[in-house]
């Protein structure tokens, strides 16, 4: 565990500052709570954290976040396999231990509805060896594989896929639901055979973007977190693992789109207009982003900087100011 002050450098190559003092000092504190609240909800306090603290939250803000949590957290229950990654860790490395095991956690990419690959995103993005070896020990407890062989990949987007899906006989389940239900469905896995799988998910984060400007829900805004946590984690994977990953990836959002069942996707005219409309300047939405209590709007906005970053879609400014009532 980071027991220094000294602020660590973040292993990802991101656009946000380093991790804080203050922001390794709580995350060293919340390092020994379970990754779920009660028996089906996820402990969102480390990612949030980290979120904040990259768009500039300030100690008492970091605390305030944390006094919040803490009561609502239980003990990690069993210390065996979070003791051992954190020897490893300690031994290896960061990148190290994270490639050598991430091979094995990218078959099950929406464990936890996304949440532990968000959580090891999140980590990653704060170089904590403590978080990392927690995320990676809670994806071992929570780590769930969709049933079928993910799709090989073609020509056909998936925006094109999720139109498909929308005008499907699917038996859509709700966020809430286990995405097996309906990655076994026959009708789910003819309508994404012939997806495109890029293995830097371009096209995957363009549709999950598009998917959210209608759908404005739970369900849509995992989707834009999970493929951008994806985007994170991939670059510690090598070889044949690599394409994997985006396969299996592209597999679970589709599923997780097909769970929710949500609004038609918007047009092209929609989104040409989003895409030139007048958004805040981004120290608006950051400071709006700080102070709102929703945790997966905090979440959202980290991600649709990054991604407005990474791809220069306007779009993205747009989802941020909106997710914080500023369009």
Known sequence: MRTTTEPPTPVTDRLWPAPSPALV?????????????????????PMELVALDAMGADPDRLEEVLRRFV?????????????????????????????RHLPRFAEMPSSEWFHSMIRLA?????????????ALADW?????????????????????????????????????????AVARQDTFREAI?????????????????????RADSFGTLHLVTGVQAA??????????????FARRVVQA?????????????????????????????????????VATPDVHLTKLVYSCRTEQAATGD???AWLAARAVDLV
């Open 25 to 45: 000092h709580t995350l060293d504190r919340q390092i020994g709570f379970d990754a779920r609240v009660g028996e089906r909800f996820s402990n969102h306090l």
């Open 71 to 99: 009561p609502e957290l239980g003990p990690r229950t069993d210390t065996t396999v979070f003791d051992a990654f954190r020897a490893e860790l300690a031994a290896d490395g960061i990148d190290a231990t994270v490639a």
């Open 122 to 134: 999140y980590a990653l993005d704060a170089a904590h060896e403590g978080q990392v070896a927690s």
């Open 140 to 180: 071992t407890a929570y780590g769930r594989v969709l049933p079928g062989e993910p799709p090989e990949g073609g020509e056909v987007p998936a925006v094109e896929v999720m139109r498909r899906l929308d005008a499907s006989d699917l038996a859509r389940k709700g966020i809430g639901s286990d995405l097996a």
């Open 193 to 213: 055979a012939d997806v495109v799988v890029d293995d830097d998910l371009d096209d995957l984060a363009h549709a999950v973007a598009v998917a959210h400007v």
């Open 231 to 244: 985007r994170t984690v991939q670059h510690l994977l090598t070889g044949d693992a690599r394409p994997r």
């Open 253 to 289: 959002v589709l599923a997780g789109y097909g769970a929710a069942g949500e609004a038609p996707l918007p047009t092209e005219e929609e989104l040409d207009g989003l895409r030139h409309a007048e958004v805040p300047p981004w120290e608006q939405v950051r400071a709006a982003a």
């Open 314 to 316: 306007p779009l993205y």
